[in-house]
């Protein structure tokens, strides 16, 4: 029997090359995202376009009925979809806080309220949360977004053995720097911090930003997609995965050095 895949934040970069590296390996494919035109191009490989908004609860309730209705199953969950906006906690208006956890961690969440009865009523299934480097280290100016990231990693952890007696595997995927929309954030990162007492020190990181998202540093997202998709395939897996360039190398630096002194690390890569 083909297994069925949800894959959200479909629309462009590691959503849509996940989806096309899924189809490949003869998965039956739903990508979700808001914006539908942009995932035509999927429908040429099989994949099935979903319009899904993951502040709306009424959109995800239906993606989901609407699976299981034309499938009658669901066997991979994909939690791929996220942004940043940067910018100084004091700064960033609450309104836009609660946006990034309502993107990166309630929707996310609600669709794992939606697909884990599936998953547990036919025996198994795999979810897969596209979390970050950035769920395990920080960076000045990103704390609502590392925040949400942080968050994302607890959730996956607790959910991992929750649902291990019922044969659903949870699994978190940790990109580093991609080579994908996300290089935008630098430029967003100015604005938000225009005439502010963090407007010098917003300069410097975007500089870091948008160096670490070039095209010379950053992983491209079809790197990604293989590996979400080698997980979703694959018969035995490890509870987190680090891909790209510098993702092993920052998370070993965060977990063996003191604070202080990645503290001044940071200091010396953000602040120049």
Excluded at 221 to 244: C, D, F, K, L, N
Aim: glycine share 10%; charged share 25%.
């Amino acid at each position: 029997m083909d297994k069925v895949a949800l894959v959200t934040g479909a629309s462009s970069g590691i959503g849509e090359h996940t989806c096309r590296e899924l189809a490949r390996r003869g998965f039956t494919v739903y990508a979700a995202a808001r914006r539908l035109e942009r995932m035509r191009p999927l429908e040429e490989h099989g994949v099935r376009a979903l319009g899904m908004d993951l502040t709306d609860d009424e959109s995800m309730v239906g993606g989901v009925e609407r699976i299981l209705a034309e499938q009658g199953r669901l066997d991979v969950l994909v939690n791929n979809a996220g942004y940043a906006s940067y910018g100084a906690v004091e700064d960033v208006p609450l309104a836009d806080a609660r946006q990034q956890f309502e993107v990166n961690l309630f929707g996310m969440g609600r669709l794992i309220q939606l697909a884990a009865p599936a998953m547990r009523a036919q025996g198994g299934g795999r979810i897969i949360n596209v979390s970050s480097i950035g769920g395990v280290f920080y960076e000045p100016l990103a704390g609502w977004y590392h925040a949400a990231k942080f968050a994302v990693e607890g959730l996956s952890d607790s959910l991992r053995v929750e649902l291990k007696p019922f044969g659903i595997g949870v699994v978190i995927i940790q990109p580093g720097p991609i080579l994908t929309e996300w290089s935008a954030i630098a430029d967003s990162l100015l604005q938000s911090s225009e005439g502010t007492a963090y407007e010098q020190q917003a300069e410097s990181v975007a500089r870091t930003v948008s160096a670490a998202y070039a095209g010379q540093t950053a992983t491209r997202p079809e790197v990604v997609g293989q590996r979400i998709a080698r997980v979703a395939a694959a018969r035995r897996t490890r509870s987190r995965y680090p891909v790209g360039r510098g993702a092993r190398t920052i998370m070993s630096a965060r977990r063996l050095l003191p604070d202080r002194v990645f503290d001044a690390v940071l200091a010396r890569v953000y602040q120049r």
